[in-house]
């Protein structure tokens, strides 16, 4: 199950940070770098902290999924279009990356025992890590600083995943059902303009 969720927010933000590097207007490297550090960023930030080697420097499969996106987005020229961000499909696949990394920070923090702090803490990390990165690198406020709803999600999804597995319910059944309750809140958060209080 981590593999599968590892999977597919790693496909999501892979596509994720190419749109906000053409955004940006990134030349191939600079795409790249974008990329793979919005797909694997927060995962590697989270191995880390529980002194794993990380996901990536350890199975072929994600590196070669996010280049044969990359190699796909150039393909159909998504790089030409207009305005992408705003567009559903972009916020669509983020939602999905956002969510799902939030479950494999969740799994990994309960797998090494740690506490309800732990848990939160990791799993924001595994979900917005990567995009803080690669918006300092592209020198920009990161997304998840201002945008109503988006580390909410994450807090909200380990959070869950706590609770479920104190209550001993965790499972396939419940990991689904978190996982579309997270991606669903953060979509209507979006067209909704939900968002954080200002100070």
Do not use: C
């Not at 159909?76 to 279009?81: E, N, Q």
């Not at 803490?121 to 595994?126: E, G, M, N, Q, V």
């Amino acid at each position: 199950m981590f593999e599968v969720a590892e999977y597919i927010g790693t496909i999501a933000f892979a596509m994720s940070g190419f749109f906000v590097a053409v955004r940006s207007k990134l030349d191939f490297l600079g795409t790249l770098i974008a990329v793979f550090l919005t797909a694997f960023g927060g995962g590697i930030i989270r191995d880390v902290f529980v002194d794993r080697t990380p996901f990536a420097f350890t199975y072929d499969m994600p590196a070669i999924m996010v280049s044969v996106i990359m190699f796909f987005l150039i393909l159909f020229r998504f790089h030409k279009r207009q305005n992408v961000e705003n567009k559903a499909f972009f916020i669509f696949s983020d939602s999905i990356g956002l969510v799902s990394f939030s479950i494999t920070g969740a799994m990994i923090a309960l797998e090494s025992g740690l506490n309800f702090t732990g848990v939160l803490a990791l799993s924001f990390i595994t979900a917005v890590g990567g995009g803080i990165t690669r918006d300092i690198i592209i020198n920009e406020v990161p997304f998840v600083f201002k945008t109503g709803f988006y580390g909410t999600v994450a807090l909200l999804v380990g959070a869950l995943m706590y609770i479920f597995h104190i209550l001993d319910v965790e499972g396939f059944y419940t990991t689904v059902a978190i996982f579309i309750l997270g991606v669903s809140i953060r979509v209507i958060a979006y067209y909704k303009k939900w968002s954080v209080p200002l100070i």
